[in-house]
């Protein structure tokens, strides 16, 4: 009957990854080979971590050299480790190709690698995301979104949409939104931010966030009720001004809410939606205002209604551009 063998402790992933690194090293001195070959000899379970460790190390070393070799390597290091999942068992040349990582290109660096997720949706799409702090991230449609948990931080970077936070506050570990050249930095809070058209708008439902652009670094303070809005450069457009939490929120349940909103704004968000173009024809039409409840499933529904209220009309032109015009 074959024997099964004993797993693998982690101390022995990181001591065998540790030995890996400096023998590899230009200046592992004879002292330290021979200290390797006493802690090689001390069992078989020594020799087996060591050779798995070893067989990952030169798969590492086999990366190009290029102008940024610790990115290189944390990029290349990361596939390995994917690979190295699928056909390990139980995990252990995943626990053993992230100690290498993290020993080979310095804690942080792999840290921030490891612990960066990337989330996006289509047009049409909505997504839930559950973040391991406990917080939730409601990505609307046509959005990206990366989110990274530093040593000691949380930060995700909205690079384009729209999003909804409910974040779970912890004052050692901040949370903290960039979009655009802003950052939101959360006080214990909800609230929705969006970057269209190298626009972003904040907007607070509940607590309290604080707010510093590029060219504005001493943070501004929003609280519930409370929305402020800057350019792509980071200047504030407006200082802060109350909204409608259920107009901004609306799109969550599918829908959107527009009160006396330029034409031209309304058909930008329902762009997003679809997948087709949406222009006004004339120019002076662009700042006729538009008030109702659309669904964002409903594109034809939408159209009719806007053309119904105002002195225009919608005219496909093909199968991607639709335009307004008298």
Not at 195 to 212: D, F, I, P, R
Request: glycine share 4%; proline share 5%; hydrophobic share 40%.
């Amino acid at each position: 009957m074959n024997r099964l063998t004993p797993p693998i402790s982690p101390s022995l992933h990181e001591q065998a990854s540790h030995w890996v690194v400096r023998l590899h090293a230009p200046d592992c001195s004879a002292s330290e080979r021979r200290a390797f070959q006493d802690w090689l000899a001390l069992s078989p379970r020594h020799r087996q971590s060591y050779q798995n460790a070893e067989a990952i190390w030169r798969d590492f070393s086999s990366v190009d050299a290029q102008p940024d070799p610790r990115l290189i390597a944390a990029r290349n290091g990361l596939r390995r480790a994917q690979i190295a999942r699928r056909r390990a068992i139980h995990g252990k040349r995943l626990s053993i190709a992230a100690s290498l990582l993290i020993a080979a290109i310095g804690v942080p660096l792999a840290w921030d690698w490891i612990n960066t997720d990337r989330y996006l949706t289509l047009k049409g799409q909505r997504q839930h995301i559950a973040l391991r702090d406990g917080s939730t991230i409601e990505l609307n449609s046509n959005s990206q979104i990366r989110v990274h948990y530093g040593w000691r931080s949380r930060e995700a970077v909205l690079e384009r949409g729209e999003a909804l936070f409910n974040v779970a506050h912890d004052e050692s570990k901040p949370f903290d939104v960039v979009a655009g050249n802003g950052k939101i930095h959360d006080i214990g809070t909800r609230f929705n931010v969006r970057l269209l058209n190298n626009a972003v708008t904040v907007s607070v439902l509940e607590g309290e966030v604080a707010v510093a652009t590029e060219h504005r670094p001493i943070p501004q303070n929003l609280a519930a009720g409370q929305q402020i809005k800057y350019d792509a450069a980071g200047l504030a457009s407006s200082a802060p001004t109350s909204f409608d939490a259920t107009t901004v929120a609306a799109w969550r349940e599918g829908m959107l809410v527009f009160k006396k909103t330029a034409l031209a704004e309304v058909l930008e968000q329902l762009s997003r939606y679809h997948d087709v173009e949406l222009s006004v024809a004339d120019p002076q039409l662009q700042n006729l205002k538009v008030s109702g409840d659309f669904p964002t499933d409903d594109l034809n529904l939408a159209l009719n209604a806007i053309s119904a209220a105002l002195p225009i009309k919608a005219v496909r032109k093909n199968e991607r551009l639709i335009e307004f015009e008298r």
